[in-house]
């Protein structure tokens, strides 16, 4: 579940960005405030809101340990301020007056850099408050930017679809167009993915835009082999440009915000939908997660801030997860198709099920005669690999039907011998005694210690899964042999 458990209507224009640290919450607006918030609380502190800029606020950042906050402005000026007590610490002029539209300090915050209208990107001294760095791109205003968790390196989008990689040398490790009409956000998961190699680091970043969409990017880099950035998935769940996306701390879910006025939450390992939510009247322009917690941030045009709690029986938890049902596949549409296809590696392909307008139903449908006769695949492994994904596909249609109680929160299947754990939750007896032998003894589903490792049968349970099995001949006929 997401329950939205605050919302603030200080600001008196759109609300352009919100950012979290430990302690605060700040956010920014083009009534040219910047404001902060007690973490605790939601209460407005004494000393906000901060008034320096003499235009809009475009972008609020925090430094690691919430002790500066900046926040760039039309004005060309990008403001480090003291949280404790809200006074100016520096106001850094960009040497051509520009127009800031992002900031972001490094993840040991040494630095911190802006992106202009311009163009041009400015990396500052934290100390110093000097320019120490600077590059630009060839074309458009920068409007996005992000750090890489180590802070080897940082990646800039701008207006006109590009995303640049910049190492701290201020090399170019990377530049692409990659959005049609413009980039307008970008975010780094701050979890590396498993399976890495020695020496090795594979990580995650986020980046959306203009198009409607946000795509999803595998960068590989390692010391002193280099660096590889890859395309890996599109998502595209919204209906109009999206213009933020960030992960939550722990990687494992992205929240991103739209000109249609919903704000989507996907979780990470199959990229599907978990929540839309529509609170918001008018366009979404911001959206951050706070560290540590499973809280997030929403801004909009309509002046408000929302803040949202996921609760736990909605999170990642260990390897469990509690989701909504998910979209059957038989109502997949072709770009979903594409979506699934490049999800497991085969981007190869996309262009071809798109040629023959193979949407949900006609992917269930494809068999090895039609792969190779209709759709002119000859690699036999790419054809074995399709074919074994769209069994699971089958598979996960079948359980689509499944009351969610009846479900084992780890595995995600029909219980065949439920359980009861002293959280309280009904598990598979095997995926629960498995949980348990492999030393956890927290709750997958609350993430708290367990009193007891003590399972009960959950008799009750079973015979309302036996009823529903009686009245279910097509479920049993997909499970038979």
Known sequence: MVKLICTLGDHRDDVNCCAFSSSYLATCSLDKTVRLYHLSDFNELPYSPLKGHTYAVHCCCFSSLGHILASCSTDGNTILWNTENGLKLAVLEHPCRSPVRICRFSPDSTYVVSGAADGSVNVWNVQSFKVCRSGSVKDGSLVACAFAPNGSFFVTGSSCGDLTVWDDKMRCLYNEKVHDLGVTCCDFSLQPLSGN????????MASCGQDSTIKIWLISFADPTGFDMKYK???????????????SYDGQTLVSGSVDKTVRIFETRTWSILHTLTQHTRYVTTCAFAPDMPLFATGSMDKCVNIWQLEPNQHFTGSALREEP????????????????????????VEIFKRHNIDGKELLSLTKESLVGDLKIESLGLRGKVLRKIEELRIESACLGIPDEFLCPITRELMKEPVIAADGYSY???????????????????????????LTPNRSLKMAINRWLETQPKYNEKQSP
């Open 197 to 204: 190699v020695e020496g090795v680091k594979y990580i995650q």
């Open 233 to 247: 998935c599109t998502l595209s769940g919204h209906a109009a440009p999206v213009l933020a996306c960030a992960f």
């Open 326 to 349: 998910k979209i059957s596949v038989d109502n997949w549409s072709e770009e979903e198709v594409s979506v699934w296809l490049s999800r497991h590696g085969l981007q190869d392909l």
């Open 428 to 454: 598979e007896k095997e995926a629960m005694e498995n949980w348990i032998i492999k030393e956890r003894r927290t709750s997958p589903m609350t993430n708290l210690p367990l009193q007891t490792l003590i």
